[in-house]
Each structure stands twice: as structure tokens, then as C-alpha cells.
């Protein structure tokens, strides 16, 4: 009888257990993808993870066209589904690689029993991670809490190597599918999708393509160039990795053996400590599910946030009248990715300038990255907040003109994102609101017009951050 092979965030032939356990079993596979959204609540993809989800299937179904099989589409709820399919194909067993959502672990728990009970063979796989979550402990046996001590336990241990894909997938065409074009993942009216388009192509062939490329050109300089949004210096592989086009194991082979072939050896570790902080993010989600809803430090439950709607809107618009927090912002909106360094800008902007909740930030990441992802997102907010496990603390602000007069020297990511201000010379370009009116003027630029005046004065803001920190401070 043949096997189903349930992809979810896997959405890749090689280095995939669930395939290769059902190729291996000898008989037809029929490969599925079920879109969750009824499962999955607000917890479904935004907008830009929708849009790149469209690409991630054609791209999927196409690769097994050529391996011999066709990708099947329906959509949820996923038991009702399985149940179907297992009806209609006769299957025997059903595959898959494990999710860490707290929603998705609780409804495949569910579901295992109940095929298990129809007689159906199942079994799931860790194709995601380099390490389960399970399986790392502190010496008193609980799991880690900061990142550092988390890495040191892990950072020696074996990693399998990754299967090359299956040279054929043997198909059986007679279940059917529905059309991914039907699914409406892209948006069309209005089509904002353009900045997306031109920034990235989903798909397995694409993420190994833009890994080997970061390692040949990226890899030697990532320890020195990482923190500069201005140069293209780290290796965007974040939407690939959450949709599984790419696997952590293969950025770990492929990055250890460039490692070892051109002695590599501070800046690769630099590379796979950050591949470490993504374990470290899903480490912290398998054990506090609640990471994405609620502070960490309940402390903050009390923390007198501000609800401006202004506020948050010209956050989102990148309209708060300092330039490094605006081109972030737009950065965002335009090509569904942002980089690290300004994430922790705009981040702290929100949460420290503007005293907006750090929920607030989550939703709108979650809404419009390509890569967003529950685990990441969710302890990338706690940790900019102080309100996470391994957080900067509350107090430690970011000072946007400085980080930005820092981390863009040259202000052209500035002048990249802000078209309005790009003619205005160093080092206003950082703090238009210091510049001569002479200045403002030869260069175009109307502050309150063109370009806003600043939302909050930083220092005051800040001053105000620490008062209201605080009230809450002697609870932490
Ligand atoms: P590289 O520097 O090339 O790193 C390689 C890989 O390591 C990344 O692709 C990513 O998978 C992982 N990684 C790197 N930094 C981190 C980190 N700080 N935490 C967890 N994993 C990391 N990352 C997401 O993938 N999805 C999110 O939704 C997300 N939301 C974030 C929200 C905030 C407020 C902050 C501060 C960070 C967030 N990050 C998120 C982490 C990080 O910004 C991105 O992973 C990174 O910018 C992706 O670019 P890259 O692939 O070029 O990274």
C-alpha cells in the first residue's frame, strides 16, 4: 500500500526523513501538503509568509514532478484530511517531520493516536532542528534558559549528515488535488507583492544556491560585516530555513567542511552560532509555550504600556522621523525581510521610545517577514523587550542615532530605504531635525513635510522608559 508523506515546514526532497523512509518502503508515495490555516488559528502565515508559501509549493511540486510524483493540495483541518486521503489512496503509513509549534504539537499528537488506531503505520522525524529539544538539558536535568551555557552543551555534538534526495520518487496519480492557484496566497488586488518579487526566489534549488553562494563570497567577512544593514553581508537563508527548503544539518556540513577547506574558523563559528541561536529560540518555545503570547518575566504584566494607534502606525509606515528606524521599517514592507541589527533598532524603538507592547511588533513582524517564524519572532521580541528568558535588559535603550551613525557609516542604507532624505549630507542624513534650515533646504528636505519630525525626543523618551521600568522593577 502506498505511503503518504505530509510536508509542513519541510518543503525540500533532500536531507528529508519522512521522504526517504516512504521511498525506501518500496511502494507509491503521495506526497501532501495540507494548508493549516484552520488549524493553525492567528497563528496562520501573514501576508508575505502566504506569498512565499505560494513559491515554496510550485517550486516543491515541480521537483517531484521530475522525481516521478505529484504533489497533492488540500485544504484543512489536517485530521479530517489525512483521514480522507488514507481513504482514498488505501495508504498504509503516513510520514512527517516534526513541527514545534505548541498548536502543531498538540493536534499531531492527536492525530498519530487516531490513525495508529485505524491500523495506519505512522512515524515522525526531526528534519528541522540540529538537535531536539528533548534532548538538551542542563546538568540539574531542566531545560537551558540563556543562550551561552545552551551552545557550549551543544555546540561539539555530532551532527548527522543529510541524505541526498531520492533519485525517484515512485508516484500513484489517483488522488486528487486541488489547484495551488486557487489558494490565493498571493495577494492580487492590490498586488504589493512587486519588492518581493524582485528580492527573493523560494524554493530548494534557490535556498542551496544562496547557501553555497554566502559561503563563497559571505562566510569570510560575516564575523566583521554582520552588524552592517549597509552591505549584504549575511546570508539571508531565514525564509529557507523556515519553510524547510534548506535544513540546518546541510548549512552545518556545508559550513563546516568551508570551515576546515579555508581555515574559516572564527567567522564560521560566528555563522553557526547563529544557526545555534535559532535552536536556542525553538529550545525556548518546546519548553515555554506560551513564549509568543506572553511575557516570560510576568514582572512586565505590569508594565504601563502606552496604546497610542498614531504611534504604532507610523511605526509601521516608517514614518517616525528617525531615519534608521524608518528605513528598517520600509525595508521590511518592501521586501518581506529585514536585517538583524536594525530588527533590535526597531525593536527597541517600539518598545522603549514609544512604550508600545512588544506584542504589537511581534504581530506586524508576523504579518509582513518572509521568514517569520513563531519561535524566532516571539524570543527575538522577548529578548529586545527584557521581557524574555536570555533578554538585554530592560534598561539597556538603543540610541537610534548612534547605533545608526554606527552600523550605516556611510548612511546608504539610509539613502536606500529614504529617498526623501537622501540628499541631505553626513551626519544629518543620521538626525535631520540637527540640520541648518540652509541645509534642510538645499537638500529638499521639509521636515513636518516631506519627511516627519521626529515622533518622541530620544532622551526624553528615554528617561521616561526607565520611570516607567521603574514601577515594575522591584517585582522582577
Ligand atoms: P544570518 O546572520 O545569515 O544567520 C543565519 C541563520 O541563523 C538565519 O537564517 C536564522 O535562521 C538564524 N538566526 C540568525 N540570527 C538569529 C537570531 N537572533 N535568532 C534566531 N535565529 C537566528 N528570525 C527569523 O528567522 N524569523 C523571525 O520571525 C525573526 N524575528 C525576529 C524579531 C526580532 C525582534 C529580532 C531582533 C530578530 C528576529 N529574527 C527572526 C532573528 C534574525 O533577525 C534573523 O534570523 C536574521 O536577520 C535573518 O537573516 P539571515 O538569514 O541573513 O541571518
Known amino acids: 500500500p502506498p505511503a503518504i508523506v505530509w510536508f509542513r515546514q519541510d518543503l525540500r526532497l533532500a536531507d528529508n526523513p519522512a521522504l526517504r523512509t516512504a521511498v525506501d518502503r518500496g511502494g507509491p508515495v503521495i506526497p501532501l501538503f495540507v494548508l493549516e490555516d484552520a488549524d493553525a488559528g492567528h497563528r496562520a502565515p501573514g501576508g508575505a509568509g502566504r506569498w512565499w508559501l505560494h513559491g515554496a509549493l510550485a517550486a516543491l511540486a515541480e521537483a517531484l514532478k521530475t522525481h516521478g510524483a505529484q504533489l497533492v493540495l488540500r485544504r484543512g483541518p489536517a485530521?479530517?484530511?489525512?483521514?480522507?486521503?488514507?481513504?482514498?489512496?488505501?495508504?498504509?503509513?503516513?510520514?512527517?517531520?516534526?513541527?514545534?509549534?505548541?498548536?502543531?504539537?498538540?493536534?499531531?499528537?492527536?492525530?498519530?493516536?487516531?490513525?495508529?488506531?485505524?491500523?495506519?503505520?505512522?512515524?515522525?522525524?526531526?528534519?528541522?532542528?540540529?538537535?531536539?529539544?528533548?534532548?538538551?538539558?542542563?546538568?540539574s536535568g531542566t531545560p537551558f534558559k540563556v543562550y551561552t551555557p545552551f551552545w557550549k552543551a551543544v555546540r561539539d555534538r555530532e551532527v548527522p549528515?543529510?541524505?541526498?534526495?531520492?533519485?525517484?520518487?515512485?508516484?500513484?496519480?489517483?488522488?486528487?488535488?486541488?489547484?495551488?492557484?486557487?489558494?490565493?496566497?498571493?495577494?492580487?488586488?492590490?498586488?504589493?507583492?512587486?519588492?518581493?518579487?524582485?528580492s527573493w526566489r523560494p524554493g530548494e534549488v534557490a535556498a542551496r544556491e544562496r547557501l553555497s553562494d554566502f559561503l563563497d563570497h559571505g562566510l569570510a567577512d560575516y564575523g566583521r560585516l554582520r552588524d552592517r544593514p549597509d552591505r549584504a553581508a549575511t546570508s539571508r537563508l531565514s525564509?529557507?530555513?523556515?519553510?524547510?527548503?534548506?535544513?540546518?544539518?546541510?548549512?552545518?556540513?556545508?559550513?563546516?567542511?568551508?570551515?576546515?577547506?579555508?581555515?574559516?574558523?572564527?567567522?564560521?563559528?560566528?555563522?553557526?552560532?547563529?544557526?545555534?541561536?535559532?535552536?536556542?529560540?525553538?529550545?525556548?518555545?518546546?519548553?515555554?509555550?506560551?513564549?509568543?503570547?506572553?511575557?516570560?518575566?510576568?514582572?512586565?504584566?505590569?508594565?504601563?504600556?502606552?496604546?497610542?494607534?498614531?504611534?504604532?502606525?507610523?511605526?509601521?509606515?516608517?514614518?517616525?522621523?528617525?531615519?534608521i528606524v524608518d528605513a528598517g521599517m520600509r525595508e521590511l514592507w518592501h521586501t518581506g525581510w529585514m536585517h538583524n541589527r536594525v530588527r533590535m533598532i526597531v525593536g527597541s524603538f517600539l518598545v522603549k521610545d514609544l512604550r508600545l507592547h512588544w506584542t504589537a511588533g511581534e504581530a506586524w513582524f508576523w504579518d509582513t517577514l518572509v521568514d517569520a517564524d513563531l519561535a524566532n519572532n516571539a524570543a527575538g521580541w522577548q529578548w529586545i523587550a527584557g521581557?524574555?528568558?536570555?533578554?538585554?535588559?530592560?534598561?539597556?535603550?538603543?540610541?537610534?542615532?548612534?547605533?545608526?551613525?554606527?552600523?550605516?557609516?556611510?548612511?546608504?542604507?539610509?539613502?536606500?530605504?529614504?529617498?526623501?532624505?537622501?540628499?541631505?549630507?553626513?551626519?544629518?542624513?543620521?538626525?535631520?531635525?540637527?540640520?541648518?534650515?540652509?541645509?534642510?533646504?538645499?537638500?529638499?528636505?521639509?521636515?513636518?513635510?516631506?519627511?516627519?519630525?521626529?515622533?518622541?525626543?530620544?532622551?526624553?523618551?528615554?528617561?521616561?522608559?526607565?520611570?516607567?521600568?521603574?514601577?515594575?522593577?522591584?517585582?522582577?
Not at 490513525?115 to 526531526?126: K, Y
Not at 489547484?179 to 507583492?193: I, K, V, Y
Not at 553557526?272 to 536556542?280: K, S, T
Open 79 to 139: 485530521d479530517r484530511v489525512l483521514t480522507d486521503v488514507v481513504r482514498e489512496s488505501g495508504a498504509g503509513a503516513v510520514f512527517w517531520n516534526r513541527c514545534y509549534e505548541p498548536w502543531r504539537i498538540a493536534r499531531d499528537t492527536r492525530i498519530k493516536r487516531q490513525l495508529q488506531d485505524d491500523g495506519i503505520e505512522v512515524d515522525s522525524f526531526n528534519a528541522a532542528l540540529l538537535f531536539e529539544p528533548w534532548t538538551v538539558a542542563t546538568g
Open 161 to 198: 549528515r543529510p541524505e541526498q534526495a531520492p533519485e525517484h520518487v515512485p508516484g500513484r496519480a489517483n488522488v486528487t488535488t486541488e489547484r495551488l492557484e486557487d489558494w490565493g496566497l498571493r495577494p492580487t488586488r492590490p498586488d504589493w507583492a512587486g519588492g518581493l518579487r524582485d
Open 239 to 323: 525564509p529557507h530555513l523556515h519553510w524547510g527548503e534548506i535544513g540546518p544539518r546541510q548549512v552545518w556540513h556545508a559550513t563546516r567542511h568551508r570551515i576546515d577547506q579555508d581555515d574559516l574558523g572564527q567567522a564560521g563559528w560566528t555563522f553557526l552560532g547563529e544557526v545555534g541561536w535559532r535552536e536556542f529560540c525553538h529550545h525556548l518555545l518546546y519548553h515555554w509555550p506560551s513564549l509568543p503570547e506572553e511575557n516570560w518575566r510576568t514582572a512586565f504584566d505590569d508594565f504601563p504600556w502606552s496604546n497610542s494607534e498614531a504611534h504604532l502606525k507610523a511605526w509601521q509606515a516608517g514614518r517616525t522621523g528617525y531615519p
Open 387 to 476: 521581557s524574555g528568558a536570555d533578554a538585554a535588559p530592560f534598561f539597556r535603550i538603543f540610541n537610534p542615532v548612534t547605533q545608526s551613525e554606527k552600523f550605516d557609516p556611510n548612511g546608504d542604507y539610509l539613502r536606500t530605504w529614504i529617498p526623501e532624505i537622501a540628499a541631505l549630507p553626513d551626519p544629518y542624513v543620521h538626525k535631520p531635525w540637527e540640520a541648518p534650515e540652509r541645509v534642510l533646504q538645499e537638500a529638499g528636505v521639509v521636515l513636518g513635510g516631506n519627511y516627519p519630525r521626529p515622533l518622541v525626543d530620544h532622551a526624553q523618551a528615554r528617561r521616561d522608559a526607565l520611570a516607567a521600568f521603574e514601577t515594575i522593577k522591584k517585582d522582577q
